[in-house]
């Protein structure tokens, strides 16, 4: 890396820090667990699996005593009299070692949620270092995991503790393994990938399909010898199953620890009624199912329509809505279809981004409950972001290239600023026609509590509160700029193909 680049790369790197910090949410006083818009535990996604982890901790057990199975409602399941998690454990599992440490410190939450923001922060690296795999320049790779990090709602679900960005970690890093050079540790550490997937989220299972597909591909050796036809395995790649089992002998140990059978998982149990639900959230008589009810019903087609809708346009959820810059990302697939050098790659993350198009569309709730953009597609965005270096690097000196770029950037900057900095708390449009205190099932949302003058910022709330004119609208319109000109200051940066 020449100094130009190692300077460009050191500027990324502390804007890029100065945000996440910019946008850890949190209140200053935090004594109880409060659970209104805008606060860490606004979600049940979140309060479930930390009520996990607080049970580890200090009960020495899987199963949630009374209290914290109210504080996790409507995400907790009960079998008998035993109330526990409906998700999996790879997100309480991640962060019971930041807990510890959030005990000492003295704010078990704020590190805890850490354990996120961390992956976050990888997950840009990711991006970058398979930019760069394909062929983009350092400035246009950085680009790649920047616009990613900060144009999408990524951003809003890096200060969560949530399943989304641990699974991106898990397929990007299988991503990079699959196309690297082949070897029996490589093939293990697939495997061990693999099982934390499944650990992380049963649906990644469908996701880490493909480059698993890719990888036992590159084991077979074929020679073409007129008119025969051999074919050679390399059995090294049995190998990837023993760390699959790894995950899989996790997983029994779990369930036996909850539901009393290893193949029983909480999702099949289903949720508890036992807990009137939170009066500041939604009702739960007409709450959207999370991705825990998702995984108990079937894959339906007859739904896929509405869902490719939902997930691909509409002003709820829609990808190119939430993240219109991801054009450029499925044009630049195809730029990197088209070389030679570069056309497995695209084809494996097509591949990728379709599966999880596929099989989110057929599911019951493409909405992903009350919810800030896709969410489920957090994984899809990340891949898709990957060859944006490339199409800017052949277009950069396109004058309406530019203008459209960099109108889709901010509009999407500007979306993922105002949900990270307020709530991810979002009804469904048919959730939201049915309460009686109408709330917005559009960003409409979080432009109401900004101009309330509410941020779910810590740095402003310990910080900038009452300090002169700077108000919550301030701030986030200061976060959004600064953001999108890190995006504007990479994008001069890449040089066009004609240099």
């Given amino acids: ?96 070692p930041f807990y510890l440490a959030g005990r000492f410190l003295g704010n078990p939450q704020l590190v805890t949620y850490l354990s996120v923001t961390l992956l976050a922060l990888v997950n840009f690296f990711l ?56 070897s029996l540790w490589r093939d293990l550490l697939f495997g061990l990938l693999f099982g934390i997937g499944l650990l992380l989220d049963i649906p990644n299972v469908f996701f880490l399909a493909p480059p698993a597909v890719y990888l036992m591909y590159r084991h077979f050796e074929f020679n073409y010898r007129n008119p025969l036809l051999s074919v050679r395995f390399n059995p090294r790649f049995l190998v990837t199953f023993l760390g699959i089992a790894a995950g899989i002998l996790v997983l029994i140990w779990y369930n036996l620890g909850t539901t009393g059978s290893p193949f029983l998982l909480a999702q099949f149990v289903g949720t508890t009624d036992d807990f009137v639900f939170n009066p500041v959230g ?72 379709s599966v999880m198009l596929v099989i989110y569309s057929m599911f019951g709730d493409p909405w992903g409950g009350w919810s800030f953009g896709p969410r489920y597609l957090i994984p899809a965005t990340a891949v898709a972001c990957i060859p944006i270096g490339l199409i800017v690097t052949r277009f950069r000196k396109n004058l309406a290239f530019t203008i459209l770029f960099w109108a889709a950037a901010l509009w999407s900057i500007f979306l993922s600023s105002l949900g990270a900095l307020t709530t991810n708390l979002i009804p469904p449009k048919k959730e939201a026609s049915g309460l009686s205190v109408y709330i917005p099932y559009t960003p409409l949302r979080n432009i109401e509590m900004m101009n309330q003058g509410r941020t779910s910022s810590l740095f402003y709330n310990t910080f900038l509160v009452g300090i002169g004119t700077l108000d919550s609208r301030r701030y986030i319109s200061i976060y959004a700029f600064v953001a999108f000109s890190l995006i504007i200051l990479l994008y001069l940066s890449v040089k066009p193909l004609s240099e």
Avoid at 134 to 150: D, W
Avoid at 166 to 180: D, E, M, R, Y
Avoid at 338 to 353: D, G, P, T, V
């Fill in 1 to 96: 890396m020449n100094k130009k680049n190692l300077i460009l790369s050191t500027q990324c790197a502390i804007v890029i820090g100065l945000l996440l910090a910019g946008s850890l949410r949190g209140w200053p006083d935090l004594t109880t667990q409060d659970m209104s818009p805008g606060s860490p535990f606004e979600s049940s996604n979140n309060n479930s699996r930390y009520a996990l982890v607080q049970a580890m901790v200090h009960d020495r057990t899987f199963i949630l005593d009374t209290e914290k199975a109210r504080f996790s409602s409507p995400d907790v399941s009960k079998l008998g009299d035993r109330y526990f998690s409906i998700f999996t454990p790879g997100v309480s599992f991640l962060g019971l």
């Fill in 127 to 182: 991006v970058v270092l398979l930019a760069r795999r394909l062929g983009a320049t350092v400035p246009a790779s950085l680009l790649s995991g920047s616009l990613f990090l900060f144009g999408s709602n990524a951003l809003s679900y890096a200060t969560t503790f949530t399943q989304h960005h641990p699974s991106t970690t898990v397929i990007l890093l299988s991503l990079l393994i699959s196309g690297a050079r082949l």
């Fill in 282 to 353: 939604p009702d739960p008589t007409t709450l959207v199912q999370e991705e825990s009810q998702i995984v108990r019903l079937p894959l339906n087609t007859r739904k896929q329509l509405n869902g490719f809708y939902t997930l691909l346009v509409s002003n709820e959820r829609g990808w190119f809505y939430y993240s219109s810059f991801i054009v450029f990302g499925l044009w630049g697939l195809y730029e990197a279809y088209r070389r030679q050098q570069s056309r497995n790659s695209a084809l494996l993350y097509i591949s990728l981004i």
